[in-house]
């Protein structure tokens, strides 16, 4: 499974991007149809500590699952996106998008 990961306005430390590497790795054991995965990790402007926001989006046959997080550190946004995608993947596990022909 491919996995881009974009750091807008940081530089990642290669510890960050091995544990979203890891990360996405679980979703792709939930099921097998998840063809790529791309990671976006920002940092808010704002004054509050929960400033570090991840946007997790899972590329599916026919669809594309997109999840947003903010939290305190990069890590703890990861997991809860992670967390949502994999119970997103295993509820549409069974269900195939079917296209009608006219």
Do not use: W
């Amino acid at each position: 499974m491919n996995v881009a990961v974009h750091s807008v306005h940081f530089k990642a430390s290669s510890r960050l991007l091995d544990y979203v590497q890891t990360k996405v790795e679980t979703v792709a054991k939930v099921s097998d149809r998840v063809n790529k995965a791309t990671v976006f990790l920002r940092l808010d402007n704002n004054h509050l500590h929960e400033n570090k926001i991840a946007e997790v989006c899972i590329h599916l046959p026919g669809r594309e699952v997109v999840v947003k997080k903010e939290a305190k550190t990069f890590e703890k946004s990861i997991a809860l996106a992670m967390e949502t995608l994999r119970r997103i993947v295993k509820r549409n596990k069974g269900k195939h998008l079917s296209f009608k022909k006219r």
